[in-house]
């Protein structure tokens, strides 16, 4: 048998305090008749009378009265809590989650978010740094950071960073012990610094373009990493040659310790995206962030 529902036990509650079916049908804005009738339907699902009724006035009974001890605590508590968050549609107040790679974070995601945690110290943000394609519906993610290709056609997307490359770099150390590719296929007999995506389970191909013409490479090499940061410690090591985002190895080219290869065949890929499933009944917390990221260079 289903039990009673929490309208039932709101209407008992305000019949209680009012005394009165005729005052607490207006207090709650219905019809006395259907006060009454859902009054009787929580005593009959309950087996047990709640109220007893004179001509004059209504009072609860001993059970009456002790089912009011246990629900007015519970229903005021349920009350604050929907009255807590319908006001964080409207102030910046509440937790988000991301998932996305340190690549994003650092060069495009936390530049931009240090300021909105300053002035909004009642949002709170959960980073998780990873470079798997995360279902973040399912794992209760607000919204994801990827690059613009990478990203699902039903979800909403919005740029927040420009476009960008990926490069190949050594150290002079190693170019100068190995030589220096010319073609893309020329690092199959290179050492290279490998890049394994976790979501595929597999080592990233490397991804060239010239003139119209495209080339994926699986290169070889004694280390793989998932972390971008990684592979450019170990280019400058002397292990071998890295693909890396340009931006993040730019310090390293300028101080000549490490050196561009293949340069004319790095292609340029789209700039990284927040996504997310719906633009419906968002906070106005993560409204807040997604402005904030918003890529405004165009």
Known sequence: MAGPDLNQLTWFQIVAEERSFTKAAARIGVAQSTLSHAIRQLETRLGIRLLTRTTRSVAPTAAGERLLQTIMPRLAEIEQEIESLTSMRDRPAGSIRLTLSDHALDSVVWPKLKPVLAAYPEIKVELILDSTFRNIVEERFDAGVRLGESVEKDMIAVRIGPDW???????????????????PKDLVAHTCINMRHESAGSLYAWEFEKDGQALRVRVDGQVAFNNSYAMIDAAVSGLGIAYVPE???AANLASGRLELVLDDWSPTFDGYFLYYPSRRQNLAAF???VDALRDRTA
């Open 287 to 289: 409204q807040i962030i």
């Open 165 to 183: 490359r990926l490069v190949a770099v050594a150290s002079p150390g190693y170019l100068a012990e190995r030589g220096r590719p010319v073609h």
């Open 247 to 249: 931006d993040i190895v």
